[in-house]
Nanobody, 117 residues
Framework: VQLMESGGGLVQPGGSLRLACAVS????????IGWYRQVPGEQRELVAD???????RYGDFVQGRFVIIRDGGTKTVYLQMNNLQPEDTAVYYC????????????WGQGTQVTVSS
């Protein structure tokens, strides 16, 4: 199973970015896919995740600014991030976990998001 992130970069405060996570797993529907973020010296935290049935969770700090979208046809999960703030600066990781069987989980390599003027 491979998770390949893309879409990170530098954006000004108030700007938007869309991250994409291409998932090689099959069947795609049995994986909950999520985005986590981490800054140096701190624990990795949940940004958002989405189940195969479309149920979503968001971190408290999201406050309606981000949307997670799942495309079963292309096996891609997007994180649309709006109104980004400097405190959103972090490495963003895609995570996949099986919801059946042994519950194996996988991480992508991460993509840097920097919010700065």
């Amino acid at each position: 199973v491979q998770l390949m992130e893309s879409g990170g970069g530098l954006v000004q405060p108030g700007g938007s970015l869309r991250l994409a996570c291409a998932v090689s797993a099959s069947p795609f529907s049995v994986y909950t896919i999520g985005w986590y973020r981490q800054v140096p010296g701190e624990q990795r935290e949940l940004v958002a995740d989405i189940t195969g049935r479309g149920s979503r969770r968001y971190g408290d700090f999201v406050q309606g600014r981000f949307v997670i979208i799942r495309d079963g046809g292309t096996k891609t999960v997007y994180l649309q991030m709006n109104n980004l703030q400097p405190e959103d600066t972090a490495v963003y990781y895609c995570h996949g976990i099986q919801t059946v069987g042994v519950g194996a989980d996988y991480w992508g390599q991460g993509t840097q998001v920097t919010v700065s003027s």
